[in-house]
């Protein structure tokens, strides 16, 4: 009896034991930080059908800029890569997925507290970082250029389309998140599924010119010229927008002086 009461016991012990060994994985699993919404998405999700660039590179740049930017513009940026790689698949324009990654990235990378004092346009100043972030990566010459341009040119209608498909994609991924330019080209599930995963604040136009105007403010200069002029002129009523007509009618030729 005491042999059998022995062997019972041990029995228990050890069924017991074995169920505590299949069960202690599944507890510590539960116990452990689960990684933040956003990074699940980025790191797994394709979004209608289009996916982030699963690369070194990709992964270097999205972290770099949204601790740069934070997550208004983050998400903003994101949000033109999606738009742009669907409008190259709509158009059968052949990309790189990672340069198209970057370079959205990137394009707004001028307006952050970085270049408070810089005189330069401020898509210069993003097209200048994603070259030396490119260069820092092994990325050879002629692909950086061609991150350069697109960046540099983005906000000059006309021009980018004519560059490379690269700067055309980039230029339209940016008018499409910013004022609905090609918005009937994407089909209301693409538009949804993007819109679900990164969507537009409430108040995205308000807030996007604030930020633009903040950033610009010290440079009104570099906006002469281009569509960043009215934002300008919206958030200060003291800004004058140059005249090109007046500054050939008063200059040196016209006036002989």
């Known amino acids: 009896m005491k042999i059998g009461s022995l062997l019972s016991t041990a029995c228990a012990v050890l069924l017991i034991f074995i169920i ?17 919404s956003h990074q699940i998405a980025e790191m797994t999700a394709r979004i209608a059908d289009v996916a982030i660039p699963d690369s070194k590179v990709a992964r270097d740049a999205a972290q770099y800029i949204r601790n740069a930017e934070g997550d208004f513009l983050f998400q903003h940026s994101t949000r033109v890569y999606y738009w742009a790689a669907l409008a190259a698949r709509r158009s059968g324009i052949p990309y790189d997925p990672q340069l198209l990654y970057v370079a959205a990235m990137f394009h ?125 002129a919206y958030e200060d009523p003291h800004f004058v927008r140059r005249d090109f007509s007046a500054l050939m009618r008063n200059s040196h030729w016209a006036t002989r002086r």
């Open 108 to 232: 707004d990378f001028g307006l952050t507290e970085r270049y408070a004092q810089s005189h330069m346009r401020y898509e210069v100043d993003g097209a200048n970082a994603a070259r030396e972030f490119l260069r820092s990566h092994g990325i050879s010459e002629a692909a950086s250029e061609q991150v350069w341009l697109a960046i540099a040119l983005h906000t000059t209608n006309g021009i980018p389309s004519q560059v490379s498909p690269l700067a055309a994609l980039v230029a339209q991924g940016a008018n499409m998140d910013l004022v609905g330019a090609g918005y009937d080209g994407f089909t209301a599930d693409q538009r949804d599924a993007i819109e679900m995963a990164y969507p537009h604040p409430p108040d995205f136009a308000e807030a996007f010119m604030r930020a633009l105007y903040d950033s610009l403010k010290h440079r009104p200069e570099t906006t002469q010229g281009t569509g960043l002029a009215d934002v300008m």
């Open 20 to 36: 505590s060994c299949v069960r202690a994985p599944t507890v510590r699993a539960a116990d452990r930080p689960s990684a933040p």
